[in-house]
């Protein structure tokens, strides 16, 4: 008896789907995968863009922006989404053409678990050898002298790093190997770097597992996104940038820092250590994917349609999500590069 | 009427199997057959596909990733022995505690010391143990277990910093805390075959046992215990398969970090971890040298197994 209304429940819903399927079929659904970073932006751009254009559907998953090019290297997504772009090598394997879109931007975020220290200064030369396990407590001379009026507490630091691959890592590495040839030589940048090992280097998963690790740490410092840092109340360290001033992040400093910057013909372009005076120093765009042919014109157009709202409405969002508005000139170049996609 | 059926199924008790029986019992024994057997090609298939993929790895790394201590993807250098150390050291730290009290819940609720229903309830929720989620475990131990922990670990770390397994201070994640939860993770598959084993003691040897005038404890520690040991060996092995196993709590536990310490408090890696955490990003190099570290990892799991069996053939005793 049970399992005959089990069974007549389940005809029941293949007979419903059957029925959904020709309401459906006016619809274009795309698909996207990849990184996390900004993954909560977009995921809020495709519910409001989906209430705009009921017969456009986007699926988003926030996988990393790796696996992202890979599902768009082996054509099962639309579009793909990534901190660290597409290699050349990578871009060489995909027929009908490439084309990259920095679709938003964001901070690199110090933050710190010291329960005394409201504002925290950081030069450039001491976050280096903090991330490279060589100043070990917060009372070091280097650090108090740039925190006259803050009394620092004798506390080792623990150092939490990312234990995945991950965008994130190579924009926080990348500026680094930037600012200093001595951690270029011996850790290097990439998705992934070999951090040293020391007793107080910690690793955790996902930006979520770093920053649930420095909320519970005390004496914890960890780079994260600015927006989960800011979520989580963390308080963050204010940076030395290369004018030699001290500026802090979630405020001018990141639209700053993305100014006057120059495209090149792919639109990959890596800020990883900017020159204005009040540029906050760790930004990065971060990148949507896109072939330059699709066989499906009407997939062409809806990813159009996407775009022009990413970079219209889209930007006005992003400022209240934590992630930097792209100035007025790179939407421009970015919509140019856009007519690419066909 | 009601007679004629009544005859009718009377007589249906002394029948002979009908062709549609035989048939049945015929493709059940088949079915059993075919499923038995899937099992057996699915590992099979398992190791060819991870083997296959392991290859490249092998040809140009070779043994040496077994003994190598760095993980540099972007250097290409691929070493796995503090992973290796760190399963093996955690598993049987998660062991030695996991099994010290799964095996004393096993006396506690076989023993006579409860009255039946609170028995029934207190085994009910340490089975329950067993349903909670991976990830569950691994924001708990971030979020209440290391807080918990913190100011122990401290008190050892000053005051008997001269022992190696306290060298080091806790920052947070580490080799202790991963072992701890892990040792709860294990613990109902510890305690719920070890309580089988205490049941299945013949109520004779209880009575013998009492009869020739132990107390409560002797009989246990003496009689029980020792008549029990097959069972409760099993339980433990099958324990430690887990414990080896176990990925998501100990990859936000552990630390993550390549270094072989004795120290209980310091950070440390295991190859579940290393898998779990590398694999959704890795490239085609990366992901045969995490398929070889995959290798290692069954390999070491199936060693442990068979000693398990040797021990229990060499010391007599039967599960």
Known sequence: ?342 | MAEYNSLQRSQSISKPPTAGDMLANRAFRVLTLVFTWSIVLLLAYILYKIGGRAIPAVKEYGLGMLVGTTWDVNARTFGILPEIWGTLYSSLLALILGGFFGVSIAIFLTQNFLPRILETILRSIIELLAAIPSVVYGLWGIFVLIPIIRPVADFFNTHFSWIPFFSTSLSGPGMFPAALVLSIMILPTVAAISQDAFRAIPHKITEAAYGMGTTRWEAILRVMLPTAAGGIFGALVLGLGRALGETMALAMLVGNSNQISLSVFAPANTLAALLALNFPEAGDTEISVLMFAACVLLLITLLVNMLGALIINKTGIKR
């Open chain 1, 1 to 342: 008896m049970k399992f005959s209304s089990l069974l007549q429940a389940g005809v029941l819903c293949f007979a419903l789907a059957g029925l959904s399927v020709p309401a459906m079929a006016e619809t274009t659904r795309l698909t996207g995968s990849g990184a996390s970073f900004p993954a909560p932006l977009y995921t809020t751009w495709f519910k409001d863009f989906g209430r705009v254009n009921k017969n456009i559907q986007i699926n988003y998953q926030s996988k990393g922006s790796g696996a992202g090019v890979r599902d768009f290297q082996n054509g099962t997504v639309d579009f793909a989404a990534s901190d660290s772009g597409m290699s050349e090598e990578q871009i060489a394997s995909v027929k009908q053409g490439v084309q990259m879109l920095p679709m938003t931007a964001g901070e690199i975020v110090l933050a710190y678990n010291l329960k005394d220290v409201k504002e925290l200064n950081l030069p450039r030369e001491v976050y280096i050898d903090i991330f490279m396990g060589k100043i070990k407590n917060w009372n070091d001379p280097k650090i108090a002298a740039a925190n006259t009026g803050t009394t620092m507490p004798d506390q080792e630091i623990t150092v939490v790093t990312r234990a995945d691959s991950s965008g994130t890592n190579f924009v926080f590495t990348q500026h680094l190997s930037a600012i200093s040839p001595e951690f270029k030589e011996k850790v290097g940048f990439g998705n992934s770097v070999n951090w040293p090992s020391e007793a107080k280097m910690v690793k955790s998963p996902k930006n979520d597992g770093v920053t649930a690790t420095i909320t519970q740490t005390p004496g914890a410092i960890g780079y994260i996104e600015y927006g989960f840092a800011h979520m989580s109340k963390l308080p963050m360290a204010v940076l030395e940038n290369k004018a030699g001033k001290y500026v802090a992040p979630g405020g001018e400093g990141g639209p700053a820092a993305l100014a006057g910057a120059e495209f090149p013909e792919n639109m990959l372009l890596w800020v990883s250590d900017p020159e204005a005076e009040n540029a906050y120093p760790i930004v990065t765009y971060t990148w949507m994917i896109f072939s330059k042919k699709y066989n499906n014109p009407k997939k062409a157009e809806a990813l159009q349609k996407m775009i022009a709202y990413g970079l219209g409405e889209g930007q006005k969002i992003a400022t209240k999500a934590g992630y930097i508005e792209l100035p007025a000139a790179v939407v421009e170049k970015v919509k140019t590069a856009a007519r690419n996609i066909q």
